[in-house]
C-alpha cells in the first residue's frame, strides 16, 4: 500500500544531543512537510520541501534542520534538542494534481520525541 | 495569532447523538477546507473537506457546513458512535508559493458514550 512511513516512532534523547527523525513516502509526492504537535495542541507547520526546494516558516527555530536526498526521503535534523522540543513530529505529503499540488496531505503515524 | 478558532474543546456526547464542532477563520485567502480525525498515538487523517463556493457537503454521517459571508464551517456527526471517539481538528487551507499550508483549529476532544 502506498503510504507515508516514519522512523523511529518513539524516539528518546538527551538534552542537547542531536537527533535526526526519517520520513518516506511511496506516494511519489511533489510535497514533504514536517510538523510538530505538542500535547493536546494543533500540529504546527515547520517546513516543507517542493521537490528539492526547501521553504522554512518565518517562527521555525534555527535549531530546526531538514534533508530531502531524493523524492521518497525527507529527514528532519533537531541540533540542540531542548526540554521544549519534547513533542508528535509528523510528516506529511501532498501530489500534483491537475490545476497544481492537491489540497491532501497524507500524513504519517508520526515519531513522538522525548527529551531527558 | 491563531488564524482558525474551534470550538468545543471537548465534547461527550451519547450513542446515536449529533455531534457539532464549531470552526471560525480570518483569511480570505484560504481555499480549503478540511476535518481531519485522529486517534491517540496516530497521525491525523482526512475525514470530509469542502471549498467555499459550496454551503453543504455530506459523506455517510458526516456533514460539513460552510457559511462563507461569517466565514464559519461546521462538522455535524450524525448518529455518533464510540468509534467515532477521537480528537477531531477543522482545518484551512492556502497557496504557499507552489504547495499548500494548513493551518489547524486547537482541536476537538470527542468522546462518544456507548
Known amino acids: 500500500d502506498a503510504m507515508v512511513i516514519q522512523n523511529p516512532r518513539y524516539q528518546v534523547t538527551q538534552f542537547g544531543k542531536p537527533v535526526t527523525l526519517s520520513c518516506s513516502q511511496t506516494?511519489?509526492?511533489?510535497?514533504m512537510y514536517w510538523y510538530q504537535q505538542k500535547s493536546s495542541q494543533a500540529p504546527k507547520l515547520l517546513f516543507h520541501?517542493?521537490?528539492?526546494?526547501?521553504?522554512n516558516e518565518a517562527d521555525t527555530p534555527d535549531n530546526f534542520q531538514s534533508r530531502r536526498p531524493n523524492t521518497s526521503f525527507c529527514f528532519l535534523d533537531i541540533r540542540s534538542p531542548g526540554l521544549g522540543d519534547a513533542a508528535m513530529y509528523l510528516c506529511?505529503?501532498?501530489?500534483?494534481?491537475?490545476?497544481?499540488?492537491?489540497?491532501?496531505?497524507?500524513f504519517g503515524p508520526g515519531t513522538r520525541l522525548t527529551v531527558l | 495569532q491563531q488564524q482558525v478558532k474551534q470550538s468545543p474543546q471537548s465534547l461527550i456526547v451519547q450513542k446515536g447523538g449529533i455531534s457539532i464542532i464549531n470552526c471560525a477563520y480570518e483569511?480570505?485567502?484560504?481555499?480549503?477546507f478540511p476535518w481531519y480525525q485522529q486517534f491517540p498515538g496516530k497521525g491525523p487523517a482526512l475525514l470530509i473537506a469542502?471549498?467555499?463556493?459550496?454551503s453543504e457537503k455530506k459523506e455517510g454521517r458526516f456533514t460539513i457546513s460552510f457559511n462563507k459571508s461569517a466565514k464559519q464551517f461546521s462538522l455535524h456527526i450524525m448518529d455518533s458512535q464510540p468509534g467515532d471517539s477521537a480528537t477531531y481538528f477543522c482545518a484551512a487551507s492556502k497557496s504557499i508559493g507552489s504547495a499548500r499550508q494548513l493551518t489547524f483549529g486547537s482541536g476537538t476532544q470527542l468522546t462518544v458514550l456507548p
Open positions: 506529511a505529503t501532498s501530489g500534483r494534481g491537475l490545476a497544481g499540488i492537491n489540497n491532501e496531505q497524507f
Open positions: 483569511n480570505t485567502a484560504f481555499d480549503y
Open positions: 520541501y517542493y521537490d528539492k526546494d526547501f521553504n
Open positions: 506516494l511519489n509526492h511533489n510535497v
Open positions: 469542502i471549498r467555499p463556493d459550496v
